[in-house]
C-alpha cells in the first residue's frame, strides 16, 4: 500500500508540474491513520500531506460534481468501484469529462473503521494492513483481526477489479473474494413476512437523524437543491418528525436514485447510524434486473436508464399488486 | 388572497337527485378563499353563465369553481365564459359532480359528502391555478397522404382541389393500390381500371400534387399544423426523369424469374419492371435483389439498350425531410396468409386461388390475358367453387374476428362475371350469411341466383383434397342437413383483409392509436368517424376498418374535407398547459429529454445567478409549440425543476390534500 | 323447460365450451367424418344444446359415433368446440346411468390391437372427468 | 364483519384525461355504480403521476391509491403510459418491501371505451381497501386529529 | 457514597419507571442512543451514545403551537410544556457540561419556556467514562470525565455502580430510591477516577491550540486561506451538527394537518443551504461560508457572547462520525499552526 502512495504521489507530482492537471483530488492524512479526509491538491499547495491507504474508501467522482464550472483541470483517484459512478455522472452531464484525469488505482479492498471498533477495540493508534490480516495498536494494547470480516461492505460484495472509465491506471487490483452474494441482504428481506418486513424498517428507520449524509455524500444525489430542502415541493422536511416522514424521505431517496445507483454502497457506509441503507437501493437494482433485464448503472456511459426507458412487453405493476404470498 | 366564486349546477334532476346541491353551496362557503357559492338549474344554459359573468364582475372574482358535469363536456364553455368576463379562461376548474358522483351514487348523503370532497379539491386546486395565455402556432398549407390507393388518390385530388399542396407517399413503385388489380367492380359492374385510371392520372398532372412513389415515411415528429417528416426515397437505379416508359429493357433483361406482384405471383416478371401498363409514374424500377448487375456486377444489358440513358446502377436511397399541416393516414388493406387455413389446399393445391388472384386471372392485362383457365394446366374449367368467410369472423385465432365486409358483393360478381362469360361452368358458393347492405347491393346478388343461376350452398367446406384430376370439396348443406361432396375444377376462396402490414408502424410514428385489429382508431366512432383521436392526423379508406370502394371514396372525401378545413386556418391556437423548467433547480441531467415523445426539450448552457452565485450552467429549456403537456417529463425530474402548467405538482398534491380531508 | 336447461348447463360447464357463440357456418358438419352416421349432425348438436335440448342428444346414438377426432374443434372459427360438447353429454349420459370411472390399470386386459388411439383416449377423457 | 362493512375508505384514483377519466365519465353516464369512496384526480397522462403524489394521498390519510390510463400502446401522448409502468411496478414492489400491503396500491389500465371495466375495476379495489381496512402502516400521525 | 450491585440495576430502572420516565442508552440495530426505559430494553452503558444526550431538554422535533380551523375562524392552542419530572441517565461529563452551554443560550436572556421546563423537570445522572476513545478531547476543555457533575455522579466498577449526588435535586432523587442503594466508602471509585486520569493523559488529540481561539481572535480568522480547503473536503451534510451535544441552532416549520397546522420546530444545520433563509434570500450562499459559519460559532462567536466559553466540549462525536473525516479537530489545527 505504501509503495502504491509513492507511485501515485509521484505521478501526480509530475501531472501537476507539466501541466497536464491544476489540482488533483485525493487524500490528505489525519489524526489516525483512518481519518483520511478527501481534499483537493493544487500545484501551489503541492502534495503535501497526501496519502493513500487502507482508509481511503470513499468515492471521490462526487467532488467533481461541485467543480463542474471550474475551468481548471483535476485528477482524480478512482477505484474500480468508483468509476460507475463517474460514467454515471458523465452521462447525466454533471461533471465536465474534458476537464478531469482519471487515475485508475488498482485495489484489494478497504477498511472499515466502524467494524473495527465494532470487534471492541477502542483508542485506536495505528493500523497495518498486512494483507490477510491487520495489527491494531491501540492505547489499550495491541490486536490482531481477520481483514475480510472488516472490509467495507461494498467490498465484500465487490463489483471486480476492472476499470470503467481511466485515462491511466496505476496499480495491480484484484476483485476483493466476496463473502457476499449481492442481494442476499434483499432476498432475506423479501423471504420475510410483511409484518417483519414493516418491523425491520420501522427499527432502521426510527433511527435517521435525517442528516442528510446519505444524500450528499451519493454521488447519484447531485440534485443542486433536493426537493426535501425545497419549500416549494411539498414533501421538503429538516426532520423526521413523524415515521411517515422517516419513510417519505427513504423511498423517494431511493426512487430518485434508482435506475441511476451504482450501489457504491457509500450511503452505508456514512450513515452514522449504521441503517442498511443500501438494501433499498439494492431492492430497486434487483427488481429492474428481474423485470428489465440485467442493468449496471454507470457500466459505461451514455447508458439509458431503466427508468427512462421502456419496452412494449414490460410487466405489468399489477403483477406486483397481485403477487401471492408473504 | 384569491377571491373564488363556486357555482354548482343542478343539471336539471341530473345532479340534484343524487346531490344536495344547498348542502354542497352551504359547505364551500366555508372555504378559505370561497367569497362566493350559489346554484343553478342548468349552469352551461345562457342563463346560468350570465350568473358567472355577473359574480366573476360584481365579487372580481380570481377563480372560479363550476361544480357540474364532466370537464370534457363543457370546460371549454366555462371557460370562454369566463374570458367574457374579463377572468382568465384557466381560472376555471371544473369539479365534476355528474358523471363521477351523482349518476354512479343512489345514496344523496353519500353523494352530497363526495360532491362537498370534489368540489374541495377543485377549490384547493383552482387557488394554485395560474392565468395562462394560448399560444399560437402557424399551419403548414401542405398535407401528407401516406399511401396512394383510391383513399389516398382520391384525398389528394380533393385536398389539391382546394388549393393545398399535397404529398402522396407510396411505398410501391406505383400508385393505383389493391383497386388497380381488380378486374370489374359492384354493383354496375365497370371496369375498375377505366374509372381508376383517369384518378391516378388527375393525380400526376395535378400541379398541387407531388407523388413520392417508391418511398416510406421513416419518421414524424411535430404537432397539428407542424409536422415534419422524414421520407425515405429508396433508390429505384432509375432516373424517372429521363425514362421514357419505352419497356425496352423489360424485354431484353435476362432475369426474368421474379414474381410479378401486380399480378399476385401467378406470373413472372424481369428485374427490371414496370409494374403495369398504366402505372403512375410510368417508368421503370429494378429489383435490387434479383438483377445481376446490382448483385453480381455483370450483365448491364439494360443500360446499352436503354436509348434514354435513364439507368443509374449506383443510385441510392435519397432522404427528403419536408413540413406539413395535416396528414391522412392511407394505408389499406391486404388479404391475409392463408397458411394456418390447410383444409382449403391453397398450398397444396393451384387450382385453389384466392378471390384477388381471381381478379388477375379474368383481367384482360393478366397473366392469361383475361381468360380464364386452370391455373394448374391452363385447361377451361368446368365447375368453380367459391368458399365465403375463410378467416373472417373467426375467433379461433386462425383469422380475424370481424367480418371483411367487402366478400359477399365480390363473389356475387365474380359468380355473374364468369357465368356471364362462360355460360356452361357451373359456379356454387358455400356461405354463412350474405351480406348485401349498400344501394343496389341486394339487387346485385340476387341477379347473380335468379339471372346466373349460381348455386348459393348455406354451409361450409370442411376440407378440399384432388381426386382424379379434379378438386374435392367435402361441405355440410345446412338447408339439407347433409354432408355433401362436391367436385371442382377450381377453388376460389374469400379470403379475409387485414390492415397493411404498414399500418402499425405509421400509427406509433404519427402517435395514433391503433385497435388489436391493427386498424386505426378514429376519435369518435359516430361523430368523428375520419380523424384519429391526435390532432393533424386523418383517416381514409381500409386502414381505419373495411370498406369497399364507394364507402372508401367517400370517407376519402370526407376525410378531405377535414384536412382542407385545418390548412385553411391561419392559426391554430395552442395548449398552454405545458412544462416549464425552473433554472435554479434544473440539474441538466437529461431525464426530462430522454421521455420526452414530442422532442420537446433542449439544453442551453445559461448564466444563472442562483442567490448571487452567477455560472453558467447546462439547463433544460422547453419548447413550448412543441410541447403537448403530458408531464412524464416532471416526474423523470429529480429534483423537480419541470413542472407543468395547469396540472403542476403543488396543485395535484392540493387536490390530494382536499380529497384526503375526511 | 327450467329443468332442460339446468342439464344444458351442467353440459357447458362440463365441457367448458361455449356454444352460444356459434355462428350456424357449419364448418364442424363439414368436417365431421362420422357426419353419415350421426342422427345429429355436430353443427345440429351445438344448436340443441343451446336450446337445451339434451334429453333428446343423450337418447340418440349420435353422441357414441362421434370419433372424437377434434377436427370440428379445430376448425371451428367461433371456438365452439363441439366434439367438447359431444363428450360432455357422453360424461352426462353415463354419469347417469352410474357407470363407474374407468381405472388406468384395467387397461390391458381389455385392450385390443384394432382399437385406434383415438379412442383409448377418448376413453379416458370420458372416465377421468 | 360489522367493522368491516361500515368502514367507508378514502380512495384517490388518478385517471389519465384522454382514456381512464373518460372511461370514468363513460361508466358515469352508463350509470355503472362504485362506491363513493372513490374520489377521482384528473391528469392529462398517468405518465404525470409522480411517486410523490401517491405518498402524499397515504401521507394525508389515504387508505389506496390506484392510478388508470390507457393501454400500454394506446396512450394519447404514445409511451407516457410506458414510463408508468415501470415507475410504478418498481414504486410498488418497494412499498411491497418495506410491509406496506401490496393491495393498497394499483395501476389498470381502462380506455374511454371500457366504463364498464371501469367500473368492475373501482369495485373491485374498493373492496380489496375494505379488507385490508385503515391504512395505518403508511401516513402521517398529524393528518389523523 | 451509594452503590448498587450491576446485576440488580433493571430494578433501579424498573423502579425508577415507576415514578417517572426515564432516559438512558438503548442499543437498537447496533446503534446506541438515548431512549425512553421500557421493560426489557436494551441498556448499553459501555459505548458512547451516537447521539448526544440533548434530546432529553432539546428534542430534535417539538410542537409549538397548533392552529385549528373551525369554518373560517381559526383556534390558536399552545404547546404543553413538560411538568412532570423525569430522568435523563447515563450521561457522560461531556455531555453534562453541554447541557450548561445550553442553558446559556435557552436561559440566559431570552427565555426559551419549552427548554427551561424540561430542564427544571429533568434529573441529569451522568456516568464517568471508563474508557475514552481516542476521538476524545474534552480535556481540552477543562472536562474531566473521571468526574461527570449532573445531579447525581455515578460510577462503574468492580461490579458495582457507584451514586453520588452532587446537586439538592440529586440527592432528593437519590432519596426517593434509598431502599435499593447500600451505603459505602469512596475508595473504589477514588481508585477509578486514577485509572480514567493515566488514560485521558495518554489520549492522542490532548494538545489542541485552543489560544488561537476565543472571542476577540474574529479579525485574525475569519478570512484565512485555509478555510477554502478545510470547505472542499465537507460535503456539506448535517451529521456533525445532530450529533453534536452543543449546536442549538433551530427552524420553525408549519405543518398542515387535515384540520389546520401544526407548528414545530426542529434541529437546523449551519452545513444546510436553506440556513437562515430569508425571503430575500441567503446570506452564506457559499459552502465555504456555512462551513465557516459552524467552527467560527464554536470558537469565536459563543465565546465572545458568553465569557469566553466555547462551545465545544470535545466529545468527539463529530470525529467518529463524520462521512469523511473533517472536523473541528482538524479545522483547530489546521488554522492553529498546529498541522
Given at each position: 500500500m505504501q509503495g502504491l502512495e509513492l507511485k501515485l504521489k509521484e505521478r501526480l507530482q509530475k501531472l501537476l508540474d507539466d501541466g497536464t492537471v491544476d489540482c488533483v483530488i485525493g487524500w490528505t492524512k489525519g489524526e489516525?491513520?483512518?481519518?483520511?479526509t478527501p481534499a483537493i491538491f493544487t500545484k501551489e499547495s503541492g502534495l503535501d500531506g497526501f496519502v493513500y491507504n487502507s482508509?481511503?474508501?470513499?468515492?471521490?467522482?462526487?467532488?467533481?460534481v461541485s467543480q463542474i464550472t471550474s475551468d481548471k483541470k483535476f485528477a482524480v483517484i478512482l477505484k474500480p468501484c468508483d468509476t460507475y459512478s463517474m460514467n454515471q455522472l458523465i452521462t447525466e452531464h454533471r461533471v465536465n469529462r474534458e476537464n478531469i484525469y482519471i487515475i485508475g488505482v488498482g485495489c484489494s479492498g478497504h477498511i472499515d473503521i466502524d467494524k473495527v471498533k465494532a470487534?471492541?477495540?477502542?483508542?485506536?493508534t495505528n493500523v497495518i494492513d498486512n494483507d490477510n490480516n491487520i495489527i491494531i495498536n491501540s492505547i489499550y494494547g495491541d490486536s490482531k483481526i481477520e481483514k475480510a470480516s472488516v472490509l467495507l461492505s461494498k467490498c465484500q460484495s465487490c463489483k471486480g477489479s476492472?476499470?470503467?472509465?481511466?485515462d491511466e491506471i496505476i496499480g495491480e487490483g484484484i476483485k476483493?473474494?466476496?463473502?457476499?452474494?449481492?442481494f442476499d441482504g434483499v432476498k432475506k428481506l423479501e423471504a420475510m413476512t410483511a409484518e417483519e418486513r414493516f418491523a425491520f424498517w420501522k427499527s432502521e428507520l426510527s433511527?435517521?437523524?435525517?442528516?442528510n449524509a446519505c444524500r450528499n455524500i451519493?454521488?447519484?444525489?447531485?440534485?443542486?437543491?433536493?426537493v426535501f430542502d425545497n419549500?416549494?415541493?411539498?414533501?421538503?422536511?429538516?426532520?423526521?418528525?413523524?415515521e411517515f416522514e422517516e419513510k417519505m424521505f427513504h423511498i423517494i431517496r431511493a426512487f430518485h436514485v434508482?435506475?441511476?445507483?451504482?450501489?457504491?454502497?457509500e450511503c452505508s457506509r456514512v450513515c452514522p447510524q449504521s441503517i442498511p441503507l443500501h438494501l433499498l437501493n439494492r431492492k430497486f437494482i434487483k427488481d429492474i434486473n428481474e423485470f428489465y433485464g440485467d442493468y449496471q448503472a454507470?457500466?459505461?456511459?451514455?447508458q439509458r436508464n431503466p427508468l427512462v426507458n421502456f419496452t412494449e412487453s414490460d410487466i405489468e405493476a399489477t403483477v406486483i399488486s397481485d403477487k401471492e404470498g408473504k | 388572497m384569491l377571491k373564488i366564486g363556486v357555482f354548482v349546477c343542478w343539471c336539471g334532476s341530473n345532479i340534484a337527485a343524487t346531490v344536495d346541491v344547498k348542502q354542497v353551496v352551504e359547505a364551500v362557503?366555508?372555504?378559505?378563499?370561497?367569497v362566493f357559492a350559489t346554484d343553478y338549474?342548468?349552469?352551461?344554459?345562457e342563463a346560468g353563465q350570465l350568473i358567472m359573468r355577473n359574480a366573476i364582475e360584481e365579487y372580481k372574482l380570481d377563480g372560479v369553481v363550476i361544480c357540474s358535469c364532466s370537464p370534457r363536456m363543457h370546460e371549454a364553455t366555462f371557460r370562454k365564459n369566463a374570458e367574457r368576463a374579463?377572468?382568465?379562461?384557466?381560472m376555471v376548474e371544473i369539479?365534476?359532480?355528474?358523471?363521477?358522483c351523482s349518476w354512479i351514487h343512489k345514496d344523496v348523503e353519500e353523494g352530497t359528502i363526495k360532491a362537498i370532497a370534489l368540489a374541495n379539491a377543485a377549490i384547493a386546486k383552482v387557488k394554485l391555478n395560474a392565468p395562462l395565455i394560448s399560444g399560437e402556432s402557424g399551419v403548414t398549407k401542405r398535407a401528407l397522404v401516406i399511401g396512394g390507393g383510391i383513399a389516398g388518390i382520391q384525398t389528394a385530388l380533393d385536398i389539391a382541389e382546394a388549393g393545398f399542396q399535397v404529398d402522396i407517399v407510396e411505398?410501391?413503385?406505383?400508385?393505383?393500390?389493391?383497386?388497380?388489380?381488380?378486374?370489374k367492380t359492384f354493383p354496375?359492374?365497370?371496369c375498375s381500371a377505366c374509372i381508376l385510371t383517369p384518378k391516378m392520372v388527375d393525380a400526376a398532372a395535378n400541379p398541387n400534387i407531388e407523388l413520392l412513389t417508391?418511398?416510406?415515411?421513416?419518421k414524424v415528429s411535430g404537432f397539428v399544423g407542424n409536422f415534419k417528416a422524414t421520407i425515405r426515397k429508396k433508390?429505384?437505379?432509375?432516373n424517372t426523369d429521363l425514362?421514357?416508359?419505352?419497356?425496352d429493357c423489360m424485354s431484353k433483361?435476362?432475369?426474368?424469374?421474379?414474381?410479378?406482384e401486380f399480378n399476385c405471383g401467378l406470373n413472372n416478371r424481369p428485374?427490371?419492371?414496370?409494374?403495369?401498363?398504366?402505372?403512375?409514374?410510368?417508368v421503370a424500377v429494378i429489383d435490387p435483389v434479383q438483377c445481376i448487375k446490382i448483385t453480381?456486377?455483370?450483365?448491364g444489358l439494360c443500360q446499352t439498350v436503354c436509348s434514354a440513358k435513364?439507368?443509374?446502377?449506383k443510385q441510392q436511397d435519397e432522404i427528403i425531410e419536408r413540413e406539413y399541416g395535416a396528414i391522412v393516414a392511407a394505408t389499406g388493406y391486404k388479404p391475409i396468409k392463408?397458411?394456418?387455413?390447410?383444409e382449403y389446399g391453397y398450398s397444396q393445391?393451384?387450382?385453389?386461388?384466392?378471390s384477388l388472384e381471381l381478379e388477375r386471372l379474368m383481367n384482360a392485362a393478366g397473366p392469361t390475358g383475361g381468360k380464364l383457365v386452370k391455373?394448374?394446366?391452363?385447361s377451361h374449367p368446368h365447375t368453380i367453387t367459391f368458399i365465403q368467410c375463410v378467416g373472417s369472423r373467426?375467433?379461433?385465432?386462425?383469422?380475424?374476428?370481424?367480418?371483411?365486409?367487402i366478400c359477399c358483393m365480390y363473389t356475387a360478381k365474380h359468380a355473374m362475371l364468369i357465368r356471364d362469360k362462360y355460360p356452361d361452368v357451373n359456379v356454387n358458393v358455400f356461405y354463412i350469411d350474405v351480406r348485401t347492405p349498400g344501394k343496389n347491393y341486394d339487387e346485385f346478388y340476387r341477379r347473380a341466383v335468379e339471372e346466373y343461376n349460381v348455386n348459393y350452398i348455406k354451409g361450409q367446406v370442411g376440407k378440399v383434397y384432388e381426386s382424379d384430376g379434379h378438386l374435392v370439396l367435402q361441405a355440410s348443406d345446412l338447408l339439407n342437413n347433409e354432408q355433401i361432396l362436391v367436385n371442382s375444377d377450381m377453388v376460389v376462396l374469400a379470403t379475409a383483409i387485414e390492415a397493411d402490414e404498414s399500418a402499425k408502424k405509421v400509427a406509433s410514428m404519427l402517435t395514433a392509436s391503433i385497435d388489436t385489429n391493427n386498424f386505426l382508431t378514429e376519435?369518435?366512432?359516430?361523430?368523428?368517424?375520419?380523424?384519429?383521436?391526435?390532432?393533424g392526423i386523418f383517416l381514409s379508406g381500409v386502414c381505419q376498418g373495411p370498406k369497399d370502394i364507394p364507402e372508401t371514396v367517400s370517407q376519402a372525401s370526407a376525410c378531405a374535407a377535414k384536412v382542407i378545413g385545418l390548412l385553411s386556418k391561419a392559426k391554430l391556437v395552442t395548449n398552454p398547459c405545458v412544462a416549464h423548467s425552473d433554472e435554479l433547480l434544473?440539474?441538466?441531467?437529461?431525464n426530462c429529454a430522454n421521455v420526452c415523445p414530442y422532442g420537446a426539450i433542449g439544453y442551453e448552457t445559461k448564466l444563472i445567478n442562483d442567490h448571487g452565485i452567477r455560472e453558467n450552467r447546462r439547463v433544460a429549456v422547453v419548447n413550448p409549440a412543441l410541447c403537448?403537456?403530458?408531464?412524464?417529463c416532471t416526474v423523470a425530474c429529480p429534483s423537480g425543476a419541470m413542472d407543468l402548467f395547469g396540472f403542476s405538482n403543488s396543485q395535484i398534491m392540493a387536490e390530494v390534500e382536499a380529497i384526503c380531508k375526511k | 323447460m327450467k329443468k332442460d336447461m339446468e342439464l344444458a348447463n351442467e353440459v357447458i360447464r362440463i365441457s367448458g365450451?361455449?356454444?352460444?357463440?356459434?355462428?350456424?357456418?357449419?364448418k364442424c358438419s363439414a368436417s365431421c367424418p362420422s357426419f353419415n352416421e350421426m342422427e345429429y349432425a355436430p353443427h345440429k348438436f351445438v344448436d340443441m344444446v343451446v336450446h337445451g335440448r339434451i334429453e333428446e342428444l343423450m337418447e340418440s346414438k349420435s353422441i357414441f359415433h362421434?370419433?372424437?377426432?377434434?377436427a370440428c374443434v379445430e376448425r371451428c372459427p367461433r371456438g365452439v368446440e363441439p366434439a367438447k360438447i359431444v363428450e360432455a353429454i357422453r360424461v352426462v349420459k353415463q354419469r347417469q346411468i352410474g357407470e363407474n370411472y374407468l381405472d388406468a390399470n384395467d387397461i390391458p386386459a381389455i385392450?385390443?390391437?384394432?382399437?385406434p388411439q383415438q379412442a383409448l383416449v377418448s376413453a379416458f377423457r370420458k372416465f377421468k372427468k | 364483519m360489522q367493522e368491516v362493512k361500515d368502514f367507508k375508505p378514502t380512495i384517490v384514483a388518478f385517471c389519465c384525461n384522454w382514456c381512464s377519466y373518460a372511461g370514468a365519465d363513460l361508466a358515469g353516464s352508463s350509470r355503472l355504480s362504485y362506491p363513493a369512496d372513490v374520489k377521482i384526480i384528473r391528469v392529462p397522462?398517468?405518465?404525470?403521476?409522480?411517486p410523490m403524489f401517491i405518498l402524499k394521498a397515504f401521507e394525508r390519510g389515504a387508505d389506496g391509491v390506484i392510478i388508470c390510463g390507457c393501454h400500454p400502446g394506446d396512450c394519447?401522448?404514445?409511451?407516457g403510459n410506458y414510463y408508468t409502468r415501470r415507475r410504478l411496478a418498481l414504486l410498488y414492489s418497494m412499498l411491497d418491501y418495506m410491509g406496506?400491503?401490496?393491495?393498497?396500491t394499483r395501476v389498470e389500465w381502462v380506455s374511454a371505451a371500457e366504463g364498464v371495466k371501469f367500473s368492475t375495476v373501482m369495485n373491485k379495489f374498493v373492496e380489496d381497501i375494505r379488507a385490508l381496512g385503515e391504512c395505518v402502516k403508511l401516513g402521517d400521525i398529524r393528518c389523523k386529529d | 457514597m451509594k452503590k448498587l450491585a450491576l446485576s440488580n440495576l433493571n430494578s433501579l430502572y424498573n423502579a425508577i419507571n415507576d415514578k417517572m420516565k426515564l432516559y438512558l442508552p438503548i442499543e437498537n440495530n447496533g446503534a446506541v442512543n438515548f431512549g425512553e426505559y421500557s421493560d426489557g430494553a436494551n441498556v448499553n452503558l459501555n459505548k458512547m451514545t451516537i447521539?448526544?444526550?440533548?434530546d432529553a431538554f432539546f428534542p430534535q422535533c417539538e410542537d409549538l403551537s397548533n392552529f385549528k380551523k373551525e369554518g373560517k375562524h381559526i383556534i390558536v392552542e399552545q404547546g404543553e410544556l413538560v411538568s412532570e419530572n423525569f430522568v435523563i441517565f447515563g450521561v457522560r461529563a461531556c455531555d453534562v457540561r453541554a447541557f450548561h452551554i445550553l442553558d446559556t443560550v435557552?436561559?440566559?436572556?431570552?427565555?426559551?419556556t419549552f427548554y427551561e421546563a424540561r430542564r427544571k423537570h429533568g434529573i441529569v445522572i451522568s456516568l464517568s467514562c471508563n474508557k475514552p476513545e481516542e476521538?476524545?478531547?474534552c480535556s481540552n476543555f477543562g472536562i474531566d470525565p473521571a468526574e461527570p457533575k449532573g445531579d447525581v455522579e455515578s460510577y462503574i466498577t468492580d461490579g458495582y455502580m457507584y451514586f453520588n449526588p452532587v446537586t439538592q435535586k440529586g440527592a432528593e432523587f437519590m432519596a426517593q430510591f434509598d431502599s435499593l442503594f447500600e451505603n459505602s466508602d469512596d475508595k473504589a471509585v477514588k481508585e477509578l477516577q486514577v485509572k480514567i486520569g493515566d488514560i485521558v493523559g495518554k489520549?492522542?488529540?490532548?494538545?489542541?491550540?485552543?489560544?488561537?481561539?476565543?472571542?476577540?481572535k474574529l479579525d485574525a480568522l475569519?478570512?484565512?486561506?485555509?478555510w477554502q480547503g478545510l470547505s472542499e473536503s465537507?460535503?456539506?451534510?448535517?451529521t456533525c451538527t445532530y450529533v453534536c451535544p452543543t449546536c442549538q441552532c433551530y427552524d420553525v416549520k408549519d405543518y398542515k394537518t387535515n384540520t389546520g397546522v401544526k407548528r414545530f420546530r426542529c434541529w437546523d444545520s449551519c452545513?444546510?443551504?436553506?440556513?437562515?433563509?430569508m425571503a430575500h434570500g441567503t446570506?452564506?450562499?457559499s459552502h465555504l461560508q456555512r462551513f465557516r459559519q459552524r467552527f467560527m460559532h464554536k470558537l469565536v462567536y459563543h465565546p465572545a457572547n458568553h465569557n469566553?466559553?466555547?462551545?465545544?466540549?470535545?466529545?468527539g462525536r463529530c470525529v467518529a462520525k463524520c462521512p469523511v473525516s473533517m472536523n473541528i479537530v482538524k479545522v483547530m489545527k489546521t488554522l492553529g499552526g498546529n498541522k
Open positions: 489516525f491513520i483512518y481519518d483520511v482508509f481511503c474508501g470513499a468515492n471521490l467522482s462526487k467532488y467533481l470487534q471492541g477495540v477502542s483508542g485506536i476492472e476499470l470503467k472509465i481511466s476483493t473474494p466476496t463473502c457476499d452474494e449481492r433511527k435517521c437523524i435525517r442528516c451519493c454521488p447519484a444525489c447531485t440534485c443542486r437543491t433536493c419549500a416549494r415541493s411539498n414533501v421538503a422536511a429538516k426532520a423526521n418528525a413523524t434508482a435506475g441511476r445507483c451504482t450501489d457504491c454502497g454507470g457500466e459505461e456511459s451514455n | 362557503k366555508l372555504q378559505q378563499g370561497v338549474q342548468y349552469m352551461c344554459s374579463g377572468l382568465n379562461p384557466f369539479a365534476n359532480i355528474r358523471e363521477h411505398k410501391s413503385p406505383t400508385i393505383g393500390g389493391n383497386m388497380a388489380k381488380l378486374d354496375t359492374l365497370d417508391y418511398s416510406e415515411v421513416e433508390a429505384r437505379y432509375i425514362c421514357t416508359g419505352c419497356g433483361c435476362p432475369s426474368k424469374k421474379g414474381k410479378n428485374a427490371i419492371y414496370i409494374p403495369f401498363a398504366q402505372a403512375i409514374p410510368n453480381k456486377d455483370k450483365c435513364a439507368i443509374d446502377y392463408l397458411d394456418k387455413f390447410d393445391s393451384k387450382d385453389v386461388i384466392t391455373p394448374s394446366d391452363g373467426d375467433i379461433s385465432g386462425r383469422g380475424k374476428c370481424y367480418c371483411s365486409k376519435a369518435h366512432a359516430k361523430l368523428r368517424p375520419v380523424e384519429s383521436p391526435t390532432a434544473c440539474n441538466g441531467c437529461s403537448q403537456g403530458c408531464g412524464a | 365450451a361455449n356454444p352460444i357463440r356459434c355462428m350456424k357456418c357449419g362421434c370419433l372424437s377426432c377434434f385392450v385390443d390391437e384394432q382399437i | 397522462c398517468s405518465g404525470r403521476v409522480n394519447h401522448y404514445s409511451t406496506i400491503e401490496r393491495g393498497r | 447521539k448526544s444526550a440533548k435557552f436561559l440566559e436572556g431570552y427565555l426559551d476521538s476524545c478531547f489520549l492522542p488529540l490532548s494538545n489542541l491550540p485552543l489560544n488561537e481561539f476565543g472571542g476577540d475569519f478570512n484565512r486561506p485555509e465537507c460535503i456539506g451534510c448535517g452545513m444546510r443551504k436553506d440556513f437562515t433563509m446570506n452564506r450562499p469566553g466559553e466555547f462551545s465545544c466540549v470535545g466529545c
